[in-house]
C-alpha cells in the first residue's frame, strides 16, 4: 500500500454528511469593527479580539490549517448557510465562499479554487480551510515562526443598511442619537451619516474623502470594568498598525471617559478613542482625521464632549434615528416583494440569493417557486409531510403537525415538527406555505426545541407580521422550478453513463449532483443525511482495500468514530463480480450514527469505488431501497 492510497481511502470515508455542527446555532450580528484572531495548531484556545474561547483545536493537515468554522463567522461576522445539507455558503459583505463536504473546490464568487482539505466534521465541530476563506474576506494571516502562533487580521462585515443620510435636512434638530442603544451626541458637522447597523450597535458618520469620520459602537460587556480593562477594551479596535499616543481617564460633567489618542501609519489618520461603561453595555466614541498632527482633532472635542450615555425624549433637539420600533425592526426585501419585523437582535444577510434572517437561537427563510398545474395548497402540504416521514426514521422525528394559519395575505398551512440525528440535541422547524395565483410561497422558520416556549411565542409575532406583494411577484418572475427533495416524483429515475470508465448508474432524480461529471475520477451526490461517492483509483484492487479499511478501522481515528466492520464479502451484481463492505459508526464521539455500503469492482485500469453512507436517523424503508436500486442499477460496458 502506498501513501496517495491510504490518503484516498480516507478522504472516501469522510465522506459521510454530519450536519449536526451546522444546524441553527447563535449568530453574532455584524458590527464593522477590526478582527483579530490568534489560534495555535493543536491548542484548544483561541483568541478573537483578546478573548479567550475554547473549541475543538485547530490542526495542519497537508500543510492546510484546519479550523471550527464557528471561529469565522463569529469572529468575521459572516453568515452561514447550510445548502441541500451538504454545502455550505458564506456570505462577507460583497463576497460569497462555498464549500462542500467531500469536495475540494471551494469556490470564491463563483471563481472556483481547489484546497488541499474538504471540509471535514470532527466531534461535531466543522472543521474548514482557513486561509482560502479568510484571504477572500481581505484578512491578513502571518505566522509566528518561533511559536508557530497564526494571527489573523481583518474587519467584521458591514451590516445592512444604512444609506446616505444628510444631516442638512433635518431642520431644527441639532442633535442626534439611538433611543435603543439609549445613547445622543451634538450632530457631526459637515459629515454624512454612511452607516448603521440594523439594531445600532454601529454608527459612522464621515466626509465625501472619508478624511474625517465620527463611530458610536456599543457593545455588551457584563461585570463592571477597570479603567485599565476599559481601554483594553477600547485597544481591539485599532487599526493594524496604529499606536497610541496619549491615554487617561477624563471626566466630563457627571460622567468618566477612557480617552486614547492614537495614530495611523499607513493612513495618516489621528484617532480619539472615548469609552465609558453604563451598567452592562460599553459605548465607545472614535474620532478619525487624516491630518500631520493631532491637534486636528481639537475641532472636534466639543462634539466629544457632548456625547451622553442616555437618551431624552422629550428633547425637540434631539433626532432618533434608531430603526427599532417596540424591540422590533422591520425589513423590506423589495426584490422578492418581502417585509417582515423582526426582534431588534436578529440580523438579515442581505448577501443571500433569497431572503434570509439569522436571530441568536432561531432563523427564517423566505422562497417561493411555480405552481404546477393540478397542484394546490393542500396537496402540497400533504407531499411534504410525507416526504418528511419518509426521509427520518420514526425515533429521529417527533411532534408533527398540520395546522391552518393567517397570513396578512391569505390562509396558509403550517407543518410543525422535530427532528434530530442523535436523539439527543432537537431542532424544531415550522413550515409557513402559501399559495396565491401561479406561485407557492414557503416560509421556514427554525430554532433549537430546548426553546420551544418563547421561540414559538416569537413565530407567532413574527409571522403575524410578514407581507408578500404577490402582485409584484407576478409581475416580476416568470418561471421557477421547484428543485426541492419533496418536489415531483421521487420514485422518477435517472441513468448517468461515463464513457470514459465504461459503467453506468441509475439514480433517483431528486439526488443533488455537486460533483456530476461521471468522465471524472471522482462523482459526489448527495440526498437527505447521506452521499453518494464514486472514485477510480488506477493504483488500488479490491483486496488492497480490504486491508486499508480494516486498518482504518482500527486505528485511532477509527475508534473515536466507533467504527465496525459489519459486512465484508464478495457480491455479483449484473453479472460483475464485487467487493462489498458495510462499516457501520455507533456514533462514537459524534453521537451521530451512520452506515457506510462501499462496493469496489476491479477493472483492467484500476478499482471503481462506489460509497453510499446514510445516517442512522434517515435510515427508513424508503431511502435503503433507493440505496439498493442505485447498487443493482450498476453496469460496466
Known amino acids: 500500500m502506498n501513501h496517495s492510497m491510504t490518503q484516498k481511502m480516507f478522504a472516501l470515508l469522510m465522506a459521510v454528511i454530519l450536519v449536526i455542527s451546522l444546524l441553527p446555532a447563535a449568530v453574532l450580528a455584524a458590527d464593522a469593527s477590526s478582527v483579530e484572531v490568534k489560534l495555535t495548531s493543536g491548542k ?13 483545536a485547530p490542526y495542519v493537515a497537508s500543510n492546510t490549517t484546519m479550523v471550527p468554522l464557528k471561529i469565522i463567522t463569529n469572529a468575521f461576522g459572516a453568515a452561514l448557510k447550510l445548502e441541500n445539507g451538504n454545502g455550505i455558503t458564506l456570505t ?67 451590516s445592512t443598511g444604512g444609506g446616505s443620510t444628510s444631516i442638512d435636512s433635518d431642520y431644527g434638530k441639532t442633535k442626534v442619537g439611538d433611543s435603543y442603544q439609549d445613547w445622543s451626541l451634538n450632530y457631526p458637522a ?8 440594523d439594531n445600532g450597535s454601529f454608527v459612522r458618520w464621515a466626509d465625501a474623502k472619508e478624511d474625517a469620520q465620527v463611530i458610536i459602537m456599543t457593545e455588551s460587556i457584563g461585570d463592571e470594568l477597570t479603567s485599565s480593562e476599559l481601554r483594553e477594551e477600547l485597544s481591539l479596535y485599532y487599526d493594524y498598525d496604529e499606536y497610541s499616543l ?16 492614537t495614530r495611523s501609519k499607513d493612513s495618516q489618520m489621528f484617532y480619539e478613542y472615548r469609552g465609558i461603561q453604563k451598567g452592562e453595555t460599553f459605548y465607545i466614541i472614535i474620532v478619525g482625521v487624516k491630518a500631520t498632527d493631532k ?47 423582526l426582534p431588534a437582535d436578529w440580523y438579515y444577510d442581505s448577501e443571500g440569493e433569497e431572503p434570509y434572517f439569522i436571530g441568536e437561537d432561531d432563523d427564517l427563510q423566505y422562497s417561493f417557486t411555480s405552481l404546477e398545474e393540478g397542484d394546490s395548497l393542500e396537496k402540497w402540504a400533504a407531499r411534504n409531510e410525507s416526504t418528511l416521514k419518509g426521509d427520518f426514521v420514526s425515533g429521529y422525528l417527533r411532534n408533527v403537525s398540520s395546522a391552518p394559519i393567517k397570513l396578512q395575505d391569505g390562509n ?19 413550515e409557513v406555505m402559501f399559495v396565491s395565483g401561479s406561485y407557492k410561497y414557503l416560509i421556514t422558520y427554525s430554532y433549537d426545541a430546548k426553546t420551544a416556549a418563547t421561540s414559538t411565542q416569537s413565530f407567532n409575532r413574527i409571522i403575524g407580521s410578514v407581507d408578500i406583494d404577490t402582485a409584484y411577484i407576478d409581475k416580476n418572475f416568470g418561471y421557477k422550478e421547484d428543485t426541492s427533495t419533496s418536489a415531483g416524483n421521487r420514485d422518477e429515475k435517472v441513468t448517468k453513463r461515463s464513457t470514459e470508465y465504461g459503467y453506468s ?59 465496525e466492520i459489519k459486512e465484508n464479502t464478495n457480491v455479483t451484481i449484473n ?27 476491479d477493472t483492467p485500469k484500476g478499482a471503481m469505488i462506489y460509497t453510499f453512507s446514510i445516517n442512522g436517523a434517515n435510515a427508513t424503508e424508503s431511502n435503503m431501497k433507493r440505496i439498493e436500486e442505485a447498487v443493482q442499477s450498476i453496469r460496466f460496458n
Do not use: C
Open 92 to 158: 462577507y459583505n460583497d463576497r460569497k465562499v462555498e464549500l462542500t463536504f467531500g469536495s475540494k473546490t471551494v469556490k470564491v464568487n463563483g471563481v472556483a479554487k481547489t484546497v488541499a482539505v474538504a471540509p471535514v466534521v470532527i466531534k461535531g465541530t466543522t472543521m474548514v480551510p482557513l486561509r482560502v476563506i479568510v484571504e477572500a474576506f481581505g484578512a491578513k494571516i502571518t505566522i509566528d515562526q518561533k511559536t508557530s502562533e497564526v494571527t489573523i487580521k481583518g474587519e467584521r462585515a458591514q
Open 44 to 56: 484548544a484556545t483561541v483568541s478573537i479580539n483578546g478573548k479567550p474561547t475554547v473549541v475543538q
Open 412 to 430: 396558509a398551512i403550517v407543518l410543525s415538527y422535530e427532528m434530530s440525528f442523535d436523539q439527543k440535541d432537537w431542532f424544531a422547524y415550522k
Open 295 to 341: 491637534s486636528a482633532l481639537n475641532a472636534y472635542q466639543n462634539l466629544l464632549d457632548s456625547f451622553k450615555p442616555s437618551f431624552d425624549k422629550a428633547d425637540k433637539a434631539l433626532k432618533d434615528i434608531t430603526k427599532v420600533k417596540d424591540g422590533f425592526i422591520s425589513y423590506v426585501d423589495e426584490d422578492y416583494g418581502f417585509s417582515v419585523k
Open 190 to 197: 459637515a459629515l454624512v451619516q454612511v452607516d448603521q447597523s
Open 575 to 601: 453479472g460483475k463480480s464485487a467487493h462489498k463492505f458495510v462499516i457501520h459508526s455507533d456514533g462514537g464521539n459524534f453521537d451521530i450514527a451512520y452506515t457506510e455500503y462501499t462496493y469496489v469492482f
Open 246 to 261: 496619549d491615554e487617561r481617564t477624563i471626566k466630563v460633567g457627571d460622567n468618566s471617559f477612557e480617552k486614547i489618542i
Open 505 to 563: 448508474i441509475e439514480l433517483p432524480a431528486f439526488w443533488y449532483g455537486y460533483a456530476k461529471d461521471f468522465n471524472d475520477t471522482s462523482v459526489f451526490y448527495s440526498y437527505q443525511g447521506g452521499s453518494l461517492q464514486i472514485e477510480f483509483d488506477e493504483e488500488s484492487k479490491a483486496a488492497d482495500l480490504e486491508e486499508m479499511l480494516q486498518l482504518y478501522v482500527d486505528s485511532e481515528e477509527g475508534e473515536e468514530m466507533g467504527l
